[in-house]
């Protein structure tokens, strides 16, 4: 009987911007593991006309691309049952968070790769920090760039390591200037924009702690050896913190960045995730486009692994505090509410009443 | 933000900034983890680069124990000779200063000299050779800093000798942090019993993120002074800084160690403020002061302002110093006041735009 194959070992190199040096830090790795008598291939590389980029990947087996018609334009795009078929030791495959051709079996690189894995294929990949789901309003506010290309944060929570390809803005700034990276008609705004020396500063000491965060994650307890908590808290597997979180889905748009953020919160506390909208019974037929937004928004929960439900009631904050109550949370989370005038009134309501009817609870209202 | 003028002072420091970039030699550190990292070969690879852009490389002390690649990159440069004792070898600061290249590289920064050197140490070298004009590429392992010499100790269970200050890291121009997978550490050390691997791992793992936070943090350094100079009107947030308002009536105890949690998991700054109430009782004066023992014993950063409106003053001091969450207690009993003059954290959640406002019933 043959047993299901060794799921595969997932490296992530992680930047902080474009240029910073991923994708030829990942082929390096591969080039040594190559030189190790490791069978290695490329799945798909994005060579962006970098010249030593390309230089780099000499000598390692290139997998076809696939082709893939799409409003009669071709695209190409990674041929995931070629590499199956093929199937190498180790697959390198670049920009993990990449979006594929509309039509295609999947809809993001990631979930490509975690075909790879489960055929029991080692995945070498790389992708920058703002594309992080729970970043992204964070990154909206450094850069002043909505970011569009997401990967939740679970997904990288699948990675058995993940590696910091570390630059300093000055010397990427460089790069940028000589066109090492963009093409200097793109580059001229590309430096005004994302590239702003203190932006990548910003992005950068962001990557350096959510690795920090990402290696602690990592860390086993071994029986006998102390844990040092001169630096870090030692982390707490597998549910064993005491913190719950729920937040409050509305139809409003500001959900989108509250889930964001409490998911991050969660991640770092160690904290399970809950989401909830209290669909009032007495109003009776809700706005169809309310409707749809709150839909939206479930999902969206959804995918960032966050465990969503309607409640019925006819008072939001009563049942949103019972379900709290009956689910063993400690943390509320709200968003911050608009100033229009009525919209005002209604809503400090609305947080005061939780705040009175949670007094053995926080209530975090969050700056959305 | 981006169309406010400018006062001329801003404008002054920033031209002093600027010139004191251009005109000064830099210093740009590679620091690893464990040794065997490749922060060498990294500065060497750098080293190579300028030359080849054509800057005066000159190479001023390499590591004893060199590696095969590293070697082959070593015949590329010019190298000045180390000053030979009994005990060790010395870079020779002199003849550095004589030959005055644009850029010199210095391996081992934490090296300690031998007693007839100029210089205990050899960052007090590198030291000299910046002031001298000349910019420095070096290469130094996390064990070596000073300030992490007992956690690394502890850690790893061998004494550190030679280190060097976490300032002379924090003034550096560049870091740049020289990360691989720590199985390729493990590799090097071959044949290990599966207790021994694990534990190791685990060593290498706790260095590791040291060194990313220690990183982390020299470049927040930067970007701080960055900012100054440039005037910004409000600081880039790049991690969370965590300020808990205690009055007398607060439920401070649960908040300050609430704060502390995240700010230990966020790896971020926990700040505890109190703006001072006129008129205490003998009995809110004692309970105010125990709240602040408590920060102090937790190593909170602690902020006492007098100002006459309270809120006012924590937002303010919020929004000058990139505050990401604001803890505030929230009494449950409504008195006259509240009633006529609103409730003090409805006005906090209204005007901490870009704050989370975290609210502890008492």
Known sequence: ????????????????????????????????????????????????????????????????RRKLEYRGAVFEDMDTEAILRRKPQVCVVDEFAHTNVPGSERTKRWEDVMVLLDAGIDVYTNMNIQHLESLNDQILRITGVRVRETTPDWVLKQADEVVMVDVTPRALLNRLARGVVYAPEKADQALRNFFRESNLAALREIALRQIAHEVNLRQTRIPGLPNHEALSPPTEPQATSSERILVQVTPHAST?????????????????????????????????????????????????HIDARILEGTDPAKALVAFARANGVTQIFVARPRYTRMNRLLREHLIHRIVRLAPDMQIIIVAT | MTDRRPDPEQLLRQVEWEEALRGRATLKVFLGYASGAGKSFRMLDEGRRRKERGEDVVIAAVQSKLSVNVRQMLERFEVIPPLRFDSAEAIDVSAVLR?????????????????????????????EILKAGISVLTAVNLHHIQEYKEVVQQITGKEVCDTVPKGFLLRAEEIVVVDIPPEQILERLGQLEERERLVMERRLSELREMALLLAAEV????????????????????????????????????????????????????????????????EAQAAIESHLAFAREVGARIVILEDPDPIGAILRFARAHGITQIFIGHSLRRNWRTRIVGDPVDRLIRQAEGIDIRIFPH
């Not at chain 1, 991640?267 to 669909?279: E, F, K, P, S, W």
Request: glycine residues 6%; proline residues 5%; charged residues 25%.
């Open chain 2, 219 to 282: 470049v927040d350094h930067q970007l701080e002074s960055y900012l100054q100079a440039h005037g910004a009107a409000a600081p880039l947030v790049a991690h969370e800084k965590i300020l808990v308002c205690v009055t007398p009536r607060s439920n401070a105890h649960t908040m300050i160690a609430s704060g502390l949690r995240n700010a230990q998991r966020f790896h971020g700054e926990l700040i505890v403020i109190y703006v001072r109430q006129p008129g205490l009782n003998p």
């Open chain 2, 99 to 127: 030959r005055c290249p644009q850029v010199c590289l210095v391996d081992e920064l934490a090296h300690t000299n031998p007693p007839e050197s100029r210089n205990r140490q050899r960052w007090q070298d590198v030291e």
């Open chain 1, 256 to 304: 989108a960045a509250l889930l964001r953020r409490a998911r991050r919160v969660a991640d770092y506390l160690h904290a399970d995730c809950l989401a909830a909208y209290v669909r009032e019974s007495r109003s009776g037929s809700a706005r169809r486009e309310e409707q749809d937004a709150v839909n939206r928004h479930l999902n969206f929960a959804r995918n960032l």
């Open chain 1, 1 to 64: 009987m043959a047993d299901a194959p060794r799921r595969g070992r997932l490296t992530i190199f992680l930047g902080y911007a474009a240029g910073s040096g991923k994708t030829y830090q990942m082929l390096e790795e591969a080039q040594q593991l190559k030189s190790k008598g490791v069978d290695v291939v490329i799945g798909y590389f994005e060579p962006h006309g970098r010249k030593d980029t390309i230089a780099k990947a000499e000598g390692l087996e290139m997998m076809p």
